[in-house]
């Protein structure tokens, strides 16, 4: 397993007069599903960025395995950590197996093509997620909840230790939004290490171990989502009114119905 470290990390965009990320330190347990859950833009988005090394922030150190991320080079780092965006533009009508055969190229070499052992492992993982049916089917044509699979699909195909996930259910209904929290929760009981950013406390409730609160660039609280899911704090977190029940042990979270009374209503 991959163990990943904050340390102090403070990221501000250029432009900007304020700290997107205030000094962040935390550690993602290792083979656990950790959720960062806040408020659109809180920095979720920014720290997972800084943990890829897509950015780089002007202070602190993400430590890979004890070593700093700025010692492994591209393709080693995409041999221990994948990365699922919120939105992958296509310029190319790949089909699915193709397109998961480009989650293998940090195995390959530089003038290599995938090999009959690739495409058995694609398979194995289309299988698995129950895709198959969708092998030669063209990306452009699934449907949304489809679309969504697929380039988590593809982050299996490198066989990382570690995944990170940016809004994995963002825009999908509630169908297909279960079908995805299953994967990545399979993915964490498979030993992954898994990190997902979400605003929706209840999403963090269900799969998440971990749950790692950040507001405003700094992190507020970190535990297990019984801890940290509570009235008080989403409130203070959120600015409204929350009730919260426990189902099957769980915390789950409900709109105050006072947020809607007729005071409130337009008219």
């Known amino acids: 397993m991959v163990k990943i470290c904050v340390e102090k990390v403070r990221y501000r965009y250029p432009h900007r007069e304020c700290d997107v990320l205030k000094g962040v330190s935390l550690e993602l347990p290792e083979g656990k599903a950790t959720a960062l859950l806040g408020p659109n833009g809180s920095g979720k988005t920014t720290l997972l960025k800084v943990l890829l090394k897509i ?3 002007q202070e602190g150190t993400v430590y890979v395995d004890g070593e700093d991320v700025n010692e492994f080079s591209r393709d080693d780092l995409s041999k221990l950590i994948a990365w ?3 939105e992958e533009a296509l310029s190319f009508s790949y089909t699915v197996i193709e397109y998961l055969l480009l989650g293998r190229a940090p195995h390959l070499g530089f003038f290599s093509l995938p090999t ?3 495409e058995t492992k694609i398979i194995e993982i289309l299988s698995e997620l129950g895709m198959l ?3 030669h089917r063209e990306i452009l044509s699934l449907s949304g909840g489809e679309k969504r699979l697929v380039p988590i699909a593809r982050t299996l195909a490198q066989e990382p230790g570690v995944l990170l996930l940016d809004e994995p259910t963002a825009h ?3 169908g297909n939004k279960a079908k995805v929290l299953g994967v990545i929760k399979g993915m964490a009981n498979s030993g992954k290490t898994v990190c997902f950013s979400t605003h929706d406390p209840n999403e963090a409730s269900l799969i998440a171990d971990n749950v790692v609160v950040i507001n405003g660039g700094d992190i507020v609280s970190c535990g297990a989502p019984i801890e940290v899911i509570t009235k008080d704090f989403l409130k203070t977190i959120y600015g409204t009114g929350v009730t919260v029940i426990k189902v099957h042990g ?3 979270v409900e709109l105050a119905s006072d947020n809607f009374s007729k005071t409130n209503r337009y008219t």
Request: without cysteine; hydrophobic residues 40%; charged residues 30%.
């Open 55 to 57: 950015l780089a922030p």
């Open 172 to 174: 999908l209904d509630l």
């Open 84 to 86: 699922v965006p919120q």
């Open 133 to 135: 049916h969708l092998s």
């Open 250 to 252: 769980k915390p789950m």
């Open 116 to 118: 009959k052992k690739d």
